[in-house]
């Protein structure tokens, strides 16, 4: 079992950066890929980004260059820097974790709208 609480989420501006991060507890000696996927009203969750716990990183394309994911395996800790931030990046945004046996956990999401 893996709970995972994300913070950093809130109203910026277009063009404006915000810092994710997502703490993780229980079972995380066995943490494969870390990630963080959003879903918008009305659509689909979709991945942002993930990274291995080699530090093999992946990214949406829509995202490309403007995010950075980021782990501190000590903390148990995963972060998602999201710079030039558009309104289409307004979503509930989810950290997920994936064991090396196969389970998946997400966080409860947090709130970023870019607006005006």
């Known amino acids: 079992q893996v709970q995972l609480v994300e913070s950093g989420g809130g109203l910026v501006q277009p063009g404006e950066s915000l810092r994710l991060s997502c703490a993780a507890s229980?079972?995380?000696?066995?943490?494969?890929?870390m990630g963080w996927y959003r879903q918008a009203p009305g659509k689909q969750r979709e991945l942002v980004a993930t990274?291995?716990?080699?530090?093999?990183?992946n990214y949406a394309d829509s995202v490309k260059g403007r995010v950075t994911i980021s782990r501190d395996n000590a903390k148990n800790m995963v972060y998602l820097q999201m710079n030039s931030l558009k309104p289409e990046d307004t979503a509930v945004y989810y950290c997920?974790?994936?064991?090396?046996?196969?389970?998946?956990?997400w966080g409860q999401g947090t709130q970023v709208t870019v607006s005006s």
């Open positions: 997920n974790v994936v064991l090396r046996r196969g389970n998946e956990y």
């Open positions: 229980g079972r995380v000696f066995s943490m494969y890929i």
């Open positions: 990274i291995r716990s080699d530090g093999m990183t």
